[in-house]
Each structure stands twice: as structure tokens, then as C-alpha cells.
């Protein structure tokens, strides 16, 4: 097999991104956090934290979220987004993981998680629940590849464990999405009223699953354009309205949880944290909850694309207001992120990208594309786990 | 130091009797090593210099101008970390880099720390300073003079305060000692001991004639320990990951029970 493709104009672009990403890392590698970053002693998270790490595990529950929509929901119709949700499971948590190397101060020491034990800790269970899951996503997503080599022996030991191991995996993304907010409920006297609660663990969990759907369905719209396939149409308007569901439920639950923790008066106060919820609530939940509602833009794919990325950029926001932006020291310590945080984590996104679409051009992801399914192995006749349907024997 | 007869200490900060020479800052610097720092004058409330702590100044002198009667005043406050009975800072640490020992101090153990700055996240009291310039980061804070505390010394703050503004000994000691002062001179204290019930209780019990809030202090914490918040939902990962992989692996089970019917119906029909 090939591992080699032809690279595009988009490929290009993609690793100029990269590059510049890679330049400020050798920076903050070479001169220290201080020189590349504006995090100080009062913000001591920002956009490295609340987008390269918050953001992308949010966004990485696609991988669970299909996976238990298919595997222990049953409801395989949408077997075809199994392989590319786990995928980008896979690494949107590298990402974080490479986010999280840039971003500690003495990143070699990491392993100390693993070793010095902290169950008090949420960040404890974050990390051991994350380094697992990770693994999880990679002992799923290897099969892929040794489908491709044919390596038949191990082909069959992954696919004997699939099942404990797949349920494994959307049991620790469970515990480890409610986590982070857990993380942030220690901090009520700096996260704005808006969204500190004692219930972030369930609204992390939540938007995490919300978020999900929406990347799925963006995800196939942009492979179906970029690797010139028919988008399944009559798939994606269904997982749109499983989405809407998705949207009006959290859209409910995150009101209802400002009113009966009675912060509803700061809900109209002026001041830029209400904007920021607003913009949230309105762009991020209430516009694409409208848009999905509507049956002609569920079959529409600019309508599809308009709401899912809505979705997806209001959970960035959420993620941002709750560790970032809702956040007030005090009144003269201020925090705005800087060109090298932005380049960084814009290096690492591409860098997702680019290797998603190596990969799907190379290995059978999407079952839209014939020529890249490989032919039945031996080994793929028993049980083809990652398939749904068409695995159960 | 871990026998069951070590009782915690504590400090006494009484604002009453400061006047302000920052001795405490001198000596904090001196026994922590730390360096001489270029500062500017800033606008704002508070006319201290530097403005707040950070990675070189453990301790601060907070200069607060307060019109008392007739005319305005200097009311001195003081910024240290507060070493709390139950830390948050070492509730969020996820390596237990950040801790509290048997004596009282909480303290900082750089071989655990991976450099997440959880603890300074964490603070109430907004303590832990981090050294952003550093190649390998460490959390800088106030320590109690741990190491002092070990050999039965007082921290060199106290040790060196020319007005006993700060008192050091055994937490309960302080405790009474503190009460007493305010009985004892209810004109010159306002009824009010920072520090004894303050997200449960912590380890430095700060004395003022003012209101807290007006020299820089941070009011309004809840009484309870800020642990608490995490601990409720974190306590409940054992019990929840045994139910829901039951579950998922039950409907999973279900899921493919009905495929293998469907596919044999199918088969034979």
C-alpha cells in the first residue's frame, strides 16, 4: 500500500500553518512560557487551556458520542461515521495532549500524574481518564490500518476486545468530560455568575455530547466536498434532528440551571459578561436550534454546515467564558491572549487536520470512497468491529 | 514531625500594631532567598510597593490610606498565603505537589510539580505565583518557614516583627489569644478574626481596626472548606463508573442480541 498522496492547495496551506505554529513552540521551548505568552499570575490558564485543551477533549466526545450512538444506542444506521468520529476522537485528544506539553511548565514531568496519586484532584482524574481514553481511541482506531496491512493475528486480538475496550472508552469519556468542569466548580469566587454552577460537571458533559453530532455531520460535509464523494443526505438530516434534540435539551437545562441557582438578574446586567453569554446562548445554542428545527435546511447542506459549526463555535465560547473570559480577579489584572498562544494552538489544529486528511486518503474511513476499502481479509470475515451493523455476526 | 502529639501552629496578624516597615518583607526575602526586585509606583488604591506578591515577594505590606475621624490614615494590611486547613491549592494539585503538613504550613514540593498551575487557579486567597520567565517553572508562595517550623523556630517574619505584630504559636493559642485582644480592646479591633472560619478555617488569623475589604482583603469567601465543591462529585467516580459500564455493556449486550435475531430471520425466513 501507499502511504503517499498528492498534496493539495488546502494540504499547503494547512502546513504553512504548522510552520508559523511551529516557530512560536520553539520559542516557548527555547526562551520559556513568559516571552511567547500573556498568561500571568491572575490568569494562569487562558486560550491555551481553554480552547487547546477545554475545547478540543469538548469536541473530541464526537468519538463517544457516535460511538454510543451506534454501538450501545443501536441505532446503526449511522455505522458509516463510526471510523471518522473516532478518528477525530483520536486526534482532537492528541491535540490536547500536545497542547498540554506546550503548555505545562515542566512538561518532563508529567508522568507524575500517573505515579504521585491525587484522587482529591479533579485534574487527577482528568488526566488519568484522558491518558486512557487515548489509549482506548488508539487500540479502536489501529484496526484501520491493519485492515489496510492485513496484518491478520492482531486484526483479531483487537477485534476480540472491541466490545469491552469500545465500552471502556464511553465509559471514562463519561467521567472525564464531567470532570473538567468539576475542575472549574472550585473556583466560584473568580467564574462570573453566569456560568459558575454547581452543576458544570453535568453542562461540560452535556456540551461535550452536544458538540459531538455537530462535528460529525461537519465532518462529512467537508470530506464529501474535499474528497469528492455524494454526502449520505438522508443520514446527515437524521443525525441533525438527534442534534436539535441535543441542542434544545442543553439549551433547557443550562437556563433552567441559571434561574434555579437564581443568578437570573445577572442575565440582563450590563457588563461584557452578558454579552459573552448572550452571544453564547443566542449564536451558539438558540440560532441552531432554530436552524435544525427546520426541515428544508436539515436537507440542505449550507444549512447543516451554518448550525453545526454554530454549535461548535458556541462550545468553544462556553469553554472559553467558563475558564477564560467569565473569569475576574481583580479589576486591574487583565488577560487577553497573545499572537504566539494563537499561533500555537492554530499549528495544532492544522496539524489534526492535515493528518485527518492524509489518512482518509489513504485508509478505508469513509465507505463512501470504494477504492480504499480493502478487500475482505480472512480476518475481517468474523467479526468487523468499528463497522456496527455489518460486524455483528 | 507526623506523631499525633505535633499540634498546628499558627500566626497572628495584628494590623493594630503594624507601622509599616516591611521588616517582614526584608526577612521573608532574606530566609527564602529570594532576589531584589525593580518596582514602579502604579495608580490605583494601595500605595504599596511592590503591588502584589509574586514570584519574588512572598509576603507584602499593603499601604491603604482610610479617613478615620477627622482625617485620612495609613491602615496597614498584609498579604501571605494563608495556609488554610483544608487547601484548595493541594485539593487541586493532581500530584500532590502542593501539600499540607502535620505542623500547619502548606507547602510546595517542585520534584512532584508538572507545572499546570492548578494551585494558583485554585486560590482563594490568590497566593501562588508563578515564575512565567523560567525554563522550569516553579510555584512560588509563602512557606510558614517550613523548614524553620521542622527545628522549632518561628517563621522569620514573625521572628523579626519590631512591634509584635505578628504572633506566632499553637493554633489553638492563637485562636484564644486573638479573641482575647478583641474583648479585651473592642475600640481599637473591629469583631471580626480573618482567617478563623474563612473557607474553614486557615492557618494565618489577620486582626484589623478597619473592614477587611477596604485594606485589600478578600471578603465574602464561603465558611466552608472550597475541597468540598470537588469532593462531592469526585467521590462519586468509583460508584458511577461501575454503573454506567454495567449499563452501556446492558445495552450493548441488548443491541446485539437483536442484530443476531434480525440477521438469522433474515437468513431463514
Request: a neutral charge; charged letters at 15%.
Amino acid at each position: 500500500m501507499s502511504w503517499r498522496i498528492r498534496f493539495t492547495w488546502w494540504d499547503k496551506t494547512l502546513l504553512a500553518i504548522m510552520a508559523v505554529g511551529a516557530i512560536f513552540a520553539f520559542v516557548r521551548f527555547a526562551t520559556g512560557i513568559g516571552t511567547v505568552a500573556n498568561i500571568n499570575n491572575a490568569y494562569p490558564w487562558g486560550w491555551w487551556v481553554g480552547y487547546g485543551i477545554m475545547t478540543m477533549i469538548a469536541i473530541g466526545g464526537v468519538g463517544f458520542t457516535i460511538t454510543a450512538l451506534v454501538e450501545i444506542l443501536g441505532v446503526h444506521r449511522y455505522h458509516s461515521f463510526v471510523r471518522p468520529a473516532v478518528l477525530m476522537g483520536l486526534l482532537c485528544y492528541t491535540s490536547a495532549i500536545t497542547m498540554l506539553m506546550v503548555e505545562l511548565g515542566r512538561p518532563w514531568m508529567v508522568w507524575m500524574v500517573l505515579v504521585s496519586w491525587a484522587p482529591t484532584s479533579a485534574l487527577y482524574e482528568v488526566g488519568w481518564c484522558a491518558f486512557l481514553y487515548l489509549t482506548v481511541l488508539a487500540l479502536e482506531f489501529a484496526q484501520v490500518p491493519l485492515e489496510r496491512l492485513g496484518w491478520a493475528r492482531a486484526l483479531r486480538i483487537l477485534r476480540a476486545i472491541y466490545i469491552p475496550i469500545m465500552l471502556l472508552g464511553v465509559t471514562l469519556s463519561h467521567l472525564h468530560q464531567s470532570s473538567l468542569g468539576t475542575l472549574m466548580t472550585l473556583i466560584p469566587h473568580k467564574i462570573n455568575v453566569l456560568w459558575w454552577s454547581d452543576n458544570l460537571p453535568l453542562l461540560f458533559l452535556f456540551s461535550a455530547m452536544m458538540a459531538g453530532p455537530a462535528l460529525a455531520i461537519l465532518e462529512h460535509l467537508a470530506a464529501a466536498r474535499w474528497l469528492g464523494f455524494a454526502p449520505r443526505m438522508d443520514l446527515l438530516a437524521g443525525l441533525a434532528r438527534i442534534e436539535a434534540w441535543l441542542v434544545g435539551l442543553f439549551l433547557a437545562f443550562q437556563m433552567n440551571d441559571i434561574f434555579y441557582r437564581g443568578a437570573a438578574d445577572a442575565l440582563f446586567s450590563a457588563s461584557w459578561f452578558t454579552v459573552s453569554f448572550w452571544v453564547e446562548i443566542g449564536f451558539g445554542l438558540m440560532l441552531p436550534f432554530v436552524l435544525l428545527l427546520m426541515p428544508e435546511l436539515r436537507e440542505s447542506r449550507n444549512g447543516l454546515a451554518t448550525a453545526c459549526s454554530l454549535i461548535i463555535a458556541g462550545v468553544l465560547l462556553h469553554r472559553l467564558n467558563v475558564a477564560v473570559i467569565g473569569l475576574r480577579v481583580r479589576h486591574w489584572e487583565t488577560y487577553t491572549p497573545s499572537i504566539g498562544e494563537v499561533a500555537i494552538t492554530l499549528g495544532i489544529t492544522a496539524a489534526a487536520i492535515f493528518v485527518f486528511g492524509w489518512l482518509a486518503r489513504i485508509l478505508p474511513i469513509h465507505e463512501e470512497l470504494p477504492h480504499l476499502q480493502t478487500r475482505t481479509h480472512p480476518a475481517a470475515q468474523a467479526a468487523s468491529a468499528l463497522r456496527g451493523a455489518e460486524g455483528v455476526s | 514531625m507526623s506523631t499525633a502529639t505535633v499540634k498546628p501552629k499558627a500566626m497572628i496578624q495584628d494590623n493594630t500594631r503594624c507601622i509599616g516597615c516591611r521588616a517582614c518583607m526584608v526577612a521573608c526575602k532574606s530566609w527564602n532567598d529570594r532576589p531584589a526586585d525593580h518596582t514602579d509606583f502604579f495608580a490605583g488604591e494601595g500605595y504599596q510597593n511592590p503591588r502584589d506578591l509574586d514570584a519574588n515577594n512572598y509576603t507584602l505590606i499593603t499601604f491603604n490610606e482610610i479617613v478615620t475621624g477627622a482625617q485620612p490614615d495609613w491602615v496597614f494590611g498584609r498579604q501571605l498565603c494563608m495556609h488554610c486547613e483544608h487547601p484548595a491549592c493541594a485539593s487541586a494539585c493532581p500530584t500532590t505537589a502542593m501539600f499540607k503538613t502535620d505542623l500547619g504550613p502548606v507547602v510546595f514540593d517542585e520534584s512532584r510539580c508538572i507545572g499546570c498551575r492548578a494551585c494558583m487557579q485554585a486560590c482563594p486567597f490568590v497566593v501562588p505565583k508563578y515564575d512565567f520567565e523560567s525554563f522550569a517553572p516553579k510555584i512560588h508562595k509563602c512557606t510558614f518557614c517550613a523548614d524553620r517550623l521542622e527545628v522549632g523556630l518561628e517563621p522569620a517574619c514573625a521572628k523579626v516583627c519590631p512591634t509584635g505584630a505578628i504572633t506566632f504559636g499553637d493554633r489553638d493559642d492563637m485562636v484564644a489569644e486573638a479573641k482575647r485582644r478583641i474583648a479585651t480592646a473592642p475600640g481599637t479591633y473591629i469583631p471580626e478574626i480573618y482567617g478563623l472560619e474563612e473557607v474553614g478555617g486557615t492557618s494565618v488569623l489577620h486582626l484589623s481596626s478597619v473592614p477587611f475589604e477596604k485594606i485589600g482583603y478578600r471578603t465574602g469567601l464561603p465558611k466552608t472548606p472550597m475541597p468540598d465543591l470537588t469532593h462531592r462529585w469526585l467521590r462519586m467516580t468509583a460508584p458511577i463508573f461501575a454503573v454506567l459500564y454495567a449499563v452501556f455493556g446492558a445495552l450493548n449486550w441488548i443491541v446485539r442480541r437483536r442484530m443476531r435475531h434480525q440477521k438469522s430471520e433474515g437468513e431463514h425466513p
